[in-house]
């Protein structure tokens, strides 16, 4: 089944503790991004990467970090969180940036405390 | 101003009435699509446009370039279509070109 998988699903961390949330698609596609869902402010692409280690930043890229050593992994490293990411986190794949068929992963709510 | 504006923001409709959700954007855009969010979190994609008009069972999606607006009707709604609506467009300009999202528009369809 194809499919973009995110762990962990939900996660309660404190301000400054490192975090990485892990994403991953089977699909073979070369476009990935991370996005973050606010109330009222809707989605945010946080980075994205067009292919391995290919990546560029979005519209809210501070206080996050991302690698693609491998092109099915995308993870969201979060150096030092603070409470202003508490936030819903989707990654997404593509076969291309925006111009094909978007595939969503379950989402990650995070909040940091 | 937001790029991508959606209306309404909230909509509250009885099953079996037809369904306008609106999409209007400022830029020149390659593609527009529109996504479904459930009330559990979960983005689903429902269609993605560059012209014309689209139809996947009860659902249809059009899109006017000229105009930079596009509409998503649901047919016979149903309780089941409550979910966020949410447009989509990826502008045509610049290096870094990336989908721009509509803030969404809340559904709610009761018996």
């Known amino acids: 089944e194809a499919q973009v998988t995110q762990n962990p699903r939900y996660l309660i961390t404190v301000t400054g503790k490192k975090l990485t949330v892990t994403c991953s698609q089977n699909?073979?596609?070369?476009?990935m991004s991370w996005y973050r869902q606010d109330p009222g402010l809707g989605l945010r692409q946080i980075y994205y990467?067009?292919?391995?280690?290919?990546?560029d930043k979005g519209d809210v890229p501070e206080g996050y970090k991302v690698s693609r050593k491998e092109k099915r992994n995308f993870p969201l490293i979060l150096e030092s969180p603070s409470p202003n990411q508490t936030s819903l986190y989707f990654c997404?794949?593509?076969?291309?940036?925006?111009?094909?068929?978007?595939?969503f992963g379950p989402g990650t709510r995070l909040t940091v405390t | 101003k937001n790029e991508v504006e959606q209306s309404p923001q909230n909509l509250t409709a009885q099953e079996g009435e037809f369904i306008t959700i609106n999409c209007s954007y400022s830029?020149?855009?390659?593609?527009l699509h529109w996504l479904q969010q459930h009330p559990g979190g979960g983005i689903v994609s429902l269609f993605m446009?560059?012209?014309g008009k689209k139809k996947h069972g009860r659902l249809i999606a059009t899109i006017n370039i000229q105009e930079k607006h596009s509409s998503l009707h649901i047919t016979a709604s149903h309780p089941r279509d409550s979910a966020v609506y949410i447009c989509?467009?990826?502008?045509?300009?610049?290096?870094?070109?990336?989908?721009?999202f509509g803030t969404g528009t809340r559904l709610q369809v009761t018996l």
């Open positions: 997404a794949s593509s076969t291309r940036q925006g111009a094909d068929e978007q595939y």
């Open positions: 699909m073979n596609h070369e476009y």
């Open positions: 990467s067009m292919n391995v280690e290919v990546t």
């Open positions: 830029v020149g855009i390659s593609a």
């Open positions: 446009l560059s012209s």
């Open positions: 989509a467009v990826r502008p045509n300009t610049g290096t870094a070109s990336k989908l721009t």
